[in-house]
Structures are given as structure tokens and as C-alpha cells.
């Protein structure tokens, strides 16, 4: 059994902080939701690391909005359904496709710089995309720009406070009323403080650390999903991982992300034997949808023998290269690849997590003044298979949409009575002796485990035996827990349970979920959601 809180805790014991908008992270969707917030109300933000350290940061390809003349919103929403495989929310991509120039249009006058062409914003086509749409900032260091600006827009505003090395352990609620009043937070000393919030906005990203490789850094541990669904939250859609076709896979090199803008610049894909091969998997080739590419790689990987493949781009200018990947040439360059001259060796890797936590189109969630945005969140933009940079999109237009939503919330009254009897408290009075093993261990181990049996391909036999070997580790919740390697590693277990459960659950294939042992996609019975809930059987809800 997962409990609700991870610590045993008195709230009218600790100390406690008041604001009006509690923001939890701080990519893309934290930092501009906390500066939207913060022209009416006080923001305070939490980052377990710091400012600059998240998913955004390393977004390559862009951010996707209809701008060019030829290009419209019908064709961004229609590219967005194809992709996401029957699951998406019509409503929710409308949304998307309508707000999301405006929303650009707001980052640039927080100071984000855009590359342009000829005075134009300059833009580029990605995987699946009808048009080019795509907006990027230093050739291909587009989040790191957008975080830049965001950043500097949040340090210097008096509205907004920021806490750098906390973590947030729990949400609170007040089971009466049935709404999030705030959260648990950990300070890097190690003592907790109670966060009173009129509004708790989760902004924590995804789940990479779920897998051995990712392209994800260090801090995408499933921290939000996990309380919200240890809060009573809703889940939607948990099995949807999005393992990206082609990271590099060079001996003493990270699982570094080799953009699909560089597909969508002309790249080859080729197996270790030099046969370019996307023809036998999809008409669109090397920009066909991600699934399919990344499928399609482990097939070749697979009947050739190898643990990678390459990507080409050497008949392109080498300026041109050196132009628009700037980053991802140097980086190559530092182990000695050049994309010039050489074929890249790449393989997929979990990137994006689909799923979330199921959020209305004003991003909030089943638990009222409890709200999600960004990766974190299931607003049924991506549904099973997110189209290329579609996700710095949602993170703005819903960002917005939460603020005006938090803006006509009632104030939050008092805690009435005895704050133990009004709000959930832990109850963990009996600690039972646990098999102790190092976090890196059991975390590397969870890890390992994921990529065989819960990776790109799946199939009952080994989602049954994950099922098995992470009910044996659910012991794990029953010792104290007091280091945030512990506590991150509680959620990742959280989050693998969800993915798994989701995975058995949906017996068919449909966009980044595919069973071998279901391979077709069946709309009469499957083309529905998977909502999971703390105490409840998975249930299934029908398209909207």
C-alpha cells in the first residue's frame, strides 16, 4: 500500500509560512506561471536545486505556434491529433493552437530572444509537423534561453519569493473540505516548515529517473505526480512514456539529446551497416511520429547486433550545422564526433512523460485550489504520444489559464478545530525492519528494471513479473524516511507503480504504450483513458 504522507508529521507543531500561490518548480511552466501570478498575488516558488536546473533547460528542438502565414491553427490541431494516437482532448489542443501564438508573444516581452531570419522569427519544421512552426533561440539551446529570461524576470520581482534546495515532501489537505490547503516542505538543514497556500500550483516536471537512460536530468523523479497521487489526486494516462528515438550513445558521453530539429534539417538515419531503413517502418521516413522512430531503431539495432544506430547530416553545409546545433556540435566535439564529417551513434531514451495529473482546461485538478502545469500535468493536449514541442506550448497557455483560475478562487478560511482531526495526518506509528540496501542500489535497480520490462516495448509477461517485484518493494515505504535521496526515491517507486499498473491495464497498442502481445490499437475497447487513484481500482473514462 502507498500511504498518503511520507513522513509522520504534527502540523500545529511546525512553523508556518503563509503565500498566496505556492509554485512548485521551476521549468518553464513554474517560472512563468509564478511571474503571471505575481501581478495580482504573492508567489513564493520552490526548486529543489535551483533556477536554472530543469527539463526546460534542456529543451533543444523549440516551442510550436502557429506564426507563418501559410501555416493555421486547424493545422497545428490536426498535426497534434494524428500524433497523440486517438487520446487527445479536442478541447484542450483547441486551446493550444489558439493561445499559444499570444503566449510566445508574451515571452518575448519577458525578454526571451528568439533566432530570427531577415527580421522574421525564424522557424524550423520537427517530426510530424505539417508546417514549420517551430521557434528556437541559439540554434539549439532554445529552453535554456527561455529559462534565462524567465529567470531573470523572477529574481528581480518583488512579488516573488523563491526557495532554492528545499523539497517538497507532501501536499496537505483538508479532508472536510476537500481542497489542498498547502504542502510539507523539507529546508536543506533538514528541518520542515508547513506552506499554507490559497492555491498550490505543481510545476515539477516528469519522470526520466524512472529509466537507466534518459535524457532527463537528475531532478525529473516523478516528485509532483507522486504526492498528487499520494493526495488523492487523479492520474491520467500513466503508461504514456515517450522515449525519445535518438540521444547519444558514445562510450563516456551522457544520454545527451540529438534534437529532431536535426531530422527535421534533413538527417539520415542509418544502421551500423549504413543502410538508411525508416522507408520499411513509415512514409514520412526519418520525420515520421516519435514511437515509430523509436521503435523502429531498437528493430534495427536488434538485426544488426548493435546498441545504436547513426545519424547523418554530413551532406549538409557544414555551416549550416554548425549554425543551427550549435550546441549539440560542440557537445559532440567534446568526444570527438564531428557532425561534419561523422555519423552520430544514437539510441532512444525515456524523455517525456505523457500522463499526469488529470487537470480541467483551467489546469486544475480533482482536489480543488490544487492545480498542475507543464509535464507534470494531463491536460489531454498529448494524449498517447505528444507531438514534438508542443510541451513548452501547453506549459504557457495553461500557465495562464491557472492564474486567472486561481484569481477568482474564494480566500482560503482557517484550519477549523483540531488541525489533526481537520487535515490528513500521517500515521506510520509502527516501523517494520526493511531489507537495507543503499538508495543508489534500489534506485539503479528500479532503474534497470523499467528499461527491460516497462521500456519501448511491452508485453503481460514482464509487466506481471514488474508488477511483482515493486509489490515486494512497497515495503520500502514502511521505515523513516528523512533524506531527500529517500524521499525522490519514494516517488520514482510511486511513479513506476502507476506506469506499470497502467501498462498491464491497456491491453492493446496505441502511440508511446506498445504490447507485443497486443499489437493492433483498438478503438471499440481501448480508445478511453486510464484513471488511477490512491485506494481505488483503475477505472477507465471515455473520450470526452
Known amino acids: 500500500m502507498i ?7 504534527d502540523l500545529s507543531a511546525l512553523p508556518t509560512v503563509e503565500t498566496d500561490v505556492l509554485v512548485i518548480g521551476s521549468g518553464i511552466a513554474g517560472l512563468f506561471t509564478a511571474i503571471k501570478a505575481s501581478e495580482q498575488q504573492r508567489v513564493l516558488m520552490i526548486t529543489k536545486k535551483s533556477l536554472l536546473e530543469s527539463n526546460t533547460r534542456y529543451a533543444q528542438g523549440g516551442i510550436a505556434a502557429v506564426i507563418a502565414e501559410d501555416d493555421s491553427p486547424a493545422y497545428h490541431l490536426q498535426d497534434t491529433l494524428v500524433a497523440g494516437a486517438g487520446l487527445c482532448r479536442s478541447e484542450a489542443v483547441e486551446v493550444l493552437v489558439n493561445e499559444g501564438p499570444d503566449g510566445v508573444k508574451e515571452l518575448i516581452r519577458l525578454g526571451t530572444l528568439f533566432d530570427l531570419e531577415n527580421g522574421e522569427l525564424a522557424l524550423t519544421q520537427e517530426g510530424a509537423h505539417s508546417h514549420r512552426r517551430i521557434l528556437h533561440a541559439n540554434g539549439d539551446a532554445t529552453g535554456y534561453e527561455i529559462v534565462r529570461a524567465l529567470a531573470v524576470e523572477v529574481n528581480e520581482h518583488p512579488g516573488i519569493e523563491v526557495w532554492d ?48 537512460y534518459t535524457t532527463n536530468p537528475d531532478v525529473a523523479t516523478a516528485d509532483g505526480v507522486a504526492m498528487a497521487y499520494r493526495a488523492g489526486a487523479i492520474v491520467r494516462d500513466m503508461e504514456f512514456i515517450q522515449f525519445h528515438p535518438t540521444s547519444l550513445c558514445y562510450p563516456g558521453a551522457p544520454r545527451f539529446l540529438v534534437s529532431e530539429a536535426v531530422r527535421g534539417e534533413g538527417a539520415f538515419l542509418r544502421n551500423v551497416k549504413g543502410e538508411r531503413f525508416m522507408d520499411r517502418y513509415h512514409a514520412q521516413l526519418e520525420l515520421a511520429p516519435r514511437d515509430i522512430v523509436a521503435r523502429a531503431i531498437v528493430s534495427e539495432m536488434e538485426s544488426t547486433n548493435s546498441t545504436f544506430v547513426y545519424l547523418d547530416i554530413t551532406h549538409e553545409q557544414p555551416e549550416m ?35 499526469g495529473v488529470k487537470t480541467d482546461l483551467s489546469g486544475e485538478s480533482s482536489i480543488s485550489r490544487l492545480f498542475a502545469c507543464g509535464e507534470v500535468s494531463s491536460t489531454g493536449v498529448h494524449g498517447a504520444n505528444r507531438l514534438a514541442s508542443n510541451s513548452l506550448s501547453e506549459a504557457i497557455v495553461f500557465g495562464r489559464r491557472i492564474v486567472d483560475r486561481i484569481q ?136 470526452s
Open 321 to 355: 550545422i554548425k549554425h543551427r546545433f550549435p550546441t549539440i556540435y560542440e557537445t559532440c566535439m567534446r568526444y570527438g564526433l564531428d557532425m561534419t564529417t561523422d555519423w552520430i551513434p544514437v539510441a532512444p531514451a525515456a524523455h517525456y512523460m505523457m500522463g
Open 408 to 543: 477568482s478562487l474564494p480566500p482560503l478560511g482557517s484550519l477549523r478545530g483540531n488541525t489533526s482531526s481537520s487535515v490528513n495526518m500521517s500515521s506510520k506509528m509502527s516501523k517494520i525492519m526493511v531489507e537495507q540496501r543503499p538508495i543508489s542500489e534500489r534506485r539503479l535497480r528500479l532503474q534497470k528494471m523499467m528499461v527491460r520490462q516497462v521500456g519501448l516495448r511491452r508485453n503481460g509477461e514482464n509487466l506481471e513479473k514488474a508488477m511483482d517485484k515493486l509489490h515486494q518493494e512497497l515495503q520500502f515505504f514502511d521505515q523513516t524516511l528523512t533524506h531527500k535521496e529517500e524521499l525522490e526515491y519514494a516517488n520514482l517507486l510511486t511513479c513506476a507503480w502507476l506506469v506499470t499498473s497502467g501498462a498491464l491495464h491497456r491491453e492493446e497498442s496505441r502511440g508511446a504504450h506498445y504490447r507485443e502481445d497486443f499489437p493492433a490499437r483498438d478503438d471499440v475497447v481501448w480508445q478511453k483513458h486510464s484513471l488511477q487513484q490512491r485506494e481505488q481500482a483503475i477505472v477507465e473514462e471515455l473520450m
Open 165 to 212: 534546495e528545499h523539497f517538497v515532501i507532501d501536499l496537505i489537505t483538508d479532508r472536510d473540505r476537500g481542497e489542498c490547503i498547502g504542502a510539507l516542505i523539507q529546508k536543506d538543514d533538514g528541518s520542515q516548515v508547513f506552506v499554507k497556500a490559497q492555491a498550490t500550483v505543481l510545476c515539477s516536471g516528469g519522470a526520466g529517473q524512472l529509466y537507466r
Open 3 to 9: 500511504p498518503q504522507y511520507l513522513v509522520d508529521f
